[in-house]
């Protein structure tokens, strides 16, 4: 994954707005321009209400009135422009046995695609309710600290061994930024090895296995999961390229939770103008072929738009809830979660070693 800007290595690729400055030039690499972002980077700016270039100070203060006419929306197909509507295809899913997987509760999932990127598909949440919230709890209260084998940035918050549950409190959530689950990417040098992995949550690959056969890789082998943690409307990501992995010919799946959020996809340099998209809660966007090699990100979050079956609790209905309590309701109401999975490995190697001596890094 390559990052624009952010150079704390505590803080990959998730940058503040403010924190966001043109990558530095890398001779040598056909992803780096020089002029430091090119028409990504206007967009991005664009979006996260930061106005166009030259615009007065006063002005960027009250841009949040950004036009978002021209953002893709597949969830309210009339609500796009007849260009955007134009490049909108339905594509059958394909289907084992003409059965939708469980792993989708929806009805009759659709998933699209957009003829102008090659290799994006959207599917708008097939989830149900209580699925989104099963995936959430899975992500904040599990994947996060939960599992040993986890490398994430909030063990650098965490005093001792306390875990975020027993020592819950909204701020320490605000800390958290990212979680990876079986091979662990190495952001600085960009790799994966097998020394930094850890073991793959069952019921994730089941679920990713079901989600990208629908798109024709039933054979996808979920490898490595980041869960990335947008804990308020300000967090954003920079846009970036997730190069890194062998099986570039595998799709990445990702799954989105809470606020909805603009999500920019372009080409394979900024210089490329990006595809606005919107991404509610519950939607699965695929990043395959030709998509998968596009600079994206996520410049702008939308507040308050987080569903509020996620932003509630009824002590008297659901005390005994498994996959639900006040702190992840107090969490959703201003966080994103997003949770994507690719392979690795263009050969499935065996585990070598465990992760675990992670923690004592
Ligand atoms: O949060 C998202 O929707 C994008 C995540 C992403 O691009 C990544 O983790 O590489």
């Known amino acids: 994954m390559q990052a624009i800007g952010c150079n704390d290595p505590t803080v990959p690729w998730h940058c503040s707005p403010e924190n966001i400055v043109p990558a530095p030039s890398r001779a040598g690499d056909p992803n780096c321009v020089a002029d430091g972002g090119g028409a990504f980077r206007l967009a991005e700016k664009r979006y996260a209400g930061r106005g166009e270039p030259g615009m007065s100070k006063r002005k960027r203060r009250c841009v949040d009135d950004t036009d978002l006419s021209h953002v893709v929306d597949f969830t309210h197909l009339e609500r796009n422009t007849p260009e955007n509507l134009a490049q909108i295809v339905e594509v059958p899913l394909q289907l084992k046995d003409g059965a939708v997987p469980s792993s989708f509760g929806a009805a009759s999932p659709k998933l699209y695609a957009f003829k102008s990127m090659e290799g994006l598909y959207f599917m708008p949440n097939p989830f149900t309710e209580a699925q989104?919230?099963?995936?959430?709890?899975?992500?904040?209260?599990?994947?996060?600290?939960?599992?040993?084998?986890?490398?994430?940035?909030?063990?650098?918050?965490?005093?001792?061994?306390?875990?975020?549950?027993?020592?819950?409190?909204?701020?320490?959530?605000?800390?958290?930024?990212?979680?990876?689950?079986?091979?662990?990417?190495?952001?600085?040098?960009?790799?994966?090895?097998?020394?930094?992995?850890?073991?793959?949550?069952?019921?994730?690959?089941?679920?990713?296995?079901?989600?990208?056969?629908?798109?024709?890789?039933g054979d996808m082998r979920p490898e490595a999961a980041i869960i990335n943690y947008y804990p308020h409307t300000k967090s954003m990501m920079g846009g970036h390229l997730d190069d890194a992995e062998e099986a570039m010919e595998k799709?990445?799946?990702?799954?989105?939770?809470?606020?909805?959020?603009?999500?920019?996809?372009?080409?394979?340099?900024?210089?490329?103008?990006?595809?606005?998209?919107?991404?509610?809660?519950?939607?699965?966007?695929?990043?395959?072929?030709?998509?998968?090699?596009?600079?994206?990100?996520?410049?702008?979050?939308?507040?308050?738009?987080?569903?509020?079956?996620?932003?509630?609790?009824?002590?008297?209905?659901?005390?005994?809830?498994?996959?639900?309590?006040?702190?992840?309701?107090?969490?959703?109401?201003?966080?994103?979660?997003?949770?994507?999975?690719?392979?690795?490995?263009?050969?499935?190697?065996?585990?070598?070693?465990c992760s675990s001596r992670l923690s004592d890094e």
């Open 132 to 217: 989104q919230r099963y995936w959430i709890k899975r992500c904040v209260k599990d994947y996060s600290v939960g599992n040993p084998t986890n490398l994430s940035n909030l063990q650098a918050i965490q005093s001792g061994h306390s875990t975020f549950w027993s020592d819950w409190k909204l701020e320490n959530m605000s800390g958290l930024r990212w979680s990876s689950l079986g091979y662990h990417y190495q952001w600085t040098p960009r790799v994966y090895t097998e020394e930094h992995r850890g073991n793959f949550p069952e019921d994730l690959h089941g679920f990713i296995q079901d989600a990208a056969s629908v798109l024709g890789h």
């Open 251 to 353: 799709p990445i799946v990702s799954c989105s939770f809470g606020n909805t959020v603009i999500f920019l996809i372009g080409g394979r340099t900024r210089d490329v103008e990006p595809t606005a998209l919107f991404i509610r809660s519950g939607d699965i966007v695929f990043m395959a072929g030709h998509a998968r090699y596009c600079y994206h990100g996520v410049p702008k979050m939308m507040a308050g738009t987080s569903p509020d079956f996620l932003c509630t609790f009824n002590p008297e209905t659901e005390a005994d809830s498994q996959n639900w309590c006040p702190e992840l309701s107090e969490y959703m109401k201003d966080a994103r979660v997003n949770m994507n999975v690719r392979q690795v490995r263009k050969v499935a190697r065996e585990m070598i070693c």
